[in-house]
């Protein structure tokens, strides 16, 4: 791997989460922080966060909204996180909205913390729920905590969690470069 950044080069997206790990408020802050200074078209800064701590209405509303199989997982993170855009406005809000929760993301993992993203959810049982302007459009769902046990996790999780992390050569990627490695 070339000299890539340890904020970059440990990131991964666990689903094994420390069920009894809190985050404060200023660490939810500050990755918020982390968010709000994401680049924007125009500075337009399109995103929109719900924050639900672990136990509380919020959290337990956003954790309703997803698939079965992902809240024997999702409830043991410490923050979950509604991330919306207005469905009016700039095209590239959805563009912006995935740079704020890429920096949120490199921000959770200088902090010592874990990060996973959910975009099969019920976008309308979200919103409802939520109680969120009509023109907000549920995009994702961020859990964020502190690392757990990968073997505490149902079964068919485990493999998943356990395994090697891999990803594409860079070559697969480039699609025009004379000095890209193959």
Same mark, same amino acid.
């Given at each position: 791997?070339?000299?890539?950044?340890?904020?970059?080069?440990?990131?991964?997206?666990?689903?094994?989460?420390?069920?009894?790990?809190?985050?404060?408020?200023?660490?939810?802050?500050?990755?918020?922080?982390?968010?709000?200074?994401?680049?924007?078209?125009?500075?337009?800064?399109?995103?929109?966060?719900?924050?639900?701590?672990?136990?509380?209405?919020?959290?337990?509303?956003? =954790?309703?909204?997803?698939?079965?199989?992902?809240?024997?997982?999702?409830?043991?993170?410490?923050?979950?996180?509604?991330?919306?855009?207005?469905?009016?406005?700039?095209?590239?809000?959805?563009?912006?909205?995935?740079?704020?929760?890429?920096?949120?993301?490199?921000?959770?993992?200088?902090?010592?913390?874990?990060?996973?993203?959910?975009?099969?959810?019920?976008?309308?049982?979200?919103?409802?729920?939520?109680? =969120?302007?009509?023109?907000?459009?549920?995009?994702?769902?961020?859990?964020?905590?502190?690392?757990?046990?990968?073997?505490?996790?149902?079964?068919?999780?485990?493999?998943?969690?356990?395994?090697?992390?891999?990803?594409?050569?860079?070559?697969?990627?480039?699609?025009?470069?004379?000095?890209?490695?193959?």
């Amino acid at each position: 791997m070339t000299d890539l950044t340890p904020l970059l080069a440990f990131r991964w997206s666990p689903r094994a989460f420390d069920p009894y790990a809190e985050l404060t408020r200023a660490e939810a802050a500050t990755l918020l922080e982390a968010a709000r200074w994401a680049p924007s078209v125009d500075n337009g800064q399109p995103w929109r966060f719900a924050v639900g701590h672990r136990d509380d209405d919020t959290f337990k509303r956003i =954790l309703v909204n997803l698939p079965p199989g992902e809240q024997r997982w999702a409830g043991r993170a410490s923050l979950l996180l509604l991330v919306a855009h207005p469905r009016t406005g700039h095209p590239m809000a959805a563009y912006d909205l995935g740079q704020a929760v890429a920096h949120l993301t490199v921000q959770a993992t200088a902090l010592g913390l874990y990060v996973r993203q959910l975009t099969d959810l019920d976008r309308v049982g979200l919103a409802a729920d939520l109680d =969120l302007a009509d023109d907000l459009r549920p995009y994702v769902v961020v859990a964020v905590g502190k690392l757990g046990d990968p073997l505490s996790l149902p079964a068919d999780l485990v493999p998943d969690e356990t395994g090697l992390r891999h990803r594409r050569p860079l070559g697969d990627m480039v699609l025009t470069c004379d000095d890209a490695p193959r």
